[in-house]
């Protein structure tokens, strides 16, 4: 599903760039551009914007880009041994070296490694006042979680001495504790085969961090797999030849007939989408004939169809819940809609709740001249909230923004 998923998002992305992108730019302005890099301290900029230009006039720049690469490499090499002498003047509480060094990293691959170490000199030097140390803890944190090292931001946390920045510090790891009492239950339920509550836990944590520790979101896929099959697996026991026929209205007729007016309403249930209603059909033929071929082969593949559609709208359901949380809104609309239009599958309540929040999420940032507009998005997002209420669905608190939540425990649970 990743895979798949993925390429569908390269697909858009690459879509959307070609809808919008900007006029090609001639050499000469790509000249200026690599000036600007260079005054920046970027020449990796620089040389990548040279090297465009000498593809458009080699003449002119062809020299220039290869200067401008050798800069560049040189200056890599060199900020290499600024981050190894900055991690070693840290270690030995050298904080104005580290801080001299660690600066000296203007762009490349070092540079992130270069801006935590020049963060962490900067507190832990204590020559910041409190106010602006606690400023810098909290959005190193900030940063940390963004990038799903819940290590590092309670690492941050510690650091925070502002009464003023304290309810982000505790809202933040209120977050991170609320993640891993999800992950962890989860696990726990997964491992006792309850392989729906632990989506559901799965799905919670990924509400509050789609890419935190643990893959919550490939975690959910695999737990809704597990379920699938485990269902696959009870049906085919239940529905066993030996197992008592759940439709009884058996045709009065001889054996040979009974399993030839069996397979036709199978077939017909079949072609018609009533997958359920062909494997009663089908089991009624095999419990008149244990070894028909025909219906030990169709019933089988009525199942696993019957298992991939299922598979099919969980996917959707967690595609949708990933583009709401990257604020493609409309995209998320689209998906979650589909999968309640689809029927849903073991989570409708959470649909109702995403496609409400999306819907919302638009009515927010509507213009407000267009107030008709937002008015019909609100109304039909608290449509989806009583339906999710209705459902007991129960999200948490730190899945939404402040606005959203609030919205939706103002909604009542009925129409």
Avoid at 369 to 389: G, I, M, P, T, Y
Wanted: aromatic residues 6%; neutral net charge; contains cysteine.
């Amino acid at each position: 599903m990743r895979i798949a998923l993925s390429a569908v998002l390269l697909l858009s992305s690459g879509m959307l760039l070609a809808q919008n992108q900007p006029p090609a730019k001639s050499a000469d302005q790509l000249r200026d551009l690599a000036k600007q890099a260079r005054k920046a301290g970027d020449l990796q900029a620089e040389a990548g914007y040279l090297c465009q230009a000498a593809e458009l006039d080699g003449k002119k720049y062809g020299k220039k880009c290869e200067k401008a690469n050798e800069d560049a490499t040189k200056a890599l090499l060199q900020f290499q041994a600024d981050l190894n002498a900055g991690r070693t003047e840290l270690e030995r509480k050298d904080y104005s070296g580290a801080l001299r060094d660690l600066g000296k990293i203007t762009f490349g691959p070092s540079k992130g490694e270069a801006q935590e170490l020049i963060l962490r000199a900067r507190i832990e030097s204590g020559a910041l006042p409190p106010e602006q140390l606690s400023q810098l803890a909290l959005t190193g944190a900030e940063e940390a979680f963004s990038r799903g090292d819940f290590d590092r931001a309670e690492d941050l946390l510690t650091h925070m001495h502002s009464p003023t920045l304290q309810s982000a510090a505790n809202k933040l790891e209120s977050n991170i504790n609320a993640y891993r009492d999800a992950m962890k239950k989860a696990d726990e339920l997964d491992r006792s085969s309850d392989y729906n509550g632990a989506a559901q836990k799965y799905q919670s944590a990924a509400t509050i961090k789609p890419n935190g520790p643990g893959q919550p979101l490939e975690r959910m896929r695999q737990a809704l797999d597990a379920q699938a099959k485990a269902d696959q697996k009870k049906a085919e026991q239940t529905a066993s030849p030996s197992a008592p026929v759940q439709d009884a209205q058996v045709p009065r007729s001889s054996g040979a007939d009974k399993i030839k007016n069996w397979l036709t309403i199978a077939r017909r249930d079949e072609t018609g989408g009533d997958l359920k209603g062909a494997v009663q059909a089908y089991d009624a033929a095999l419990k008149l004939d244990g070894r028909q071929t025909e219906a030990l082969a169709a019933r089988t593949r009525v199942l696993n169809k019957m298992k991939d559609d299922e598979q099919a709208l969980e996917k959707n359901l967690v595609q949708g819940v990933a583009e709401f949380y990257a604020s493609q809104f409309s995209a998320a609309n689209d998906v979650i809609g589909k999968y309640l239009e689809d029927g849903g599958g073991q989570h409708v309540g959470a649909a109702h709740f995403y496609l409400g929040a999306s819907l919302l999420s638009q009515a927010i940032l509507v213009d407000p001249r267009n107030a008709a507009d937002s008015d019909k998005l609100r109304n039909q997002a608290l449509e989806e909230f009583v339906r999710a209420k209705q459902l007991q669905y129960v999200p948490l608190q730190s899945a939404v923004s402040p606005k959203i939540f609030a919205q939706w425990a103002q909604t009542g649970n009925t129409q």
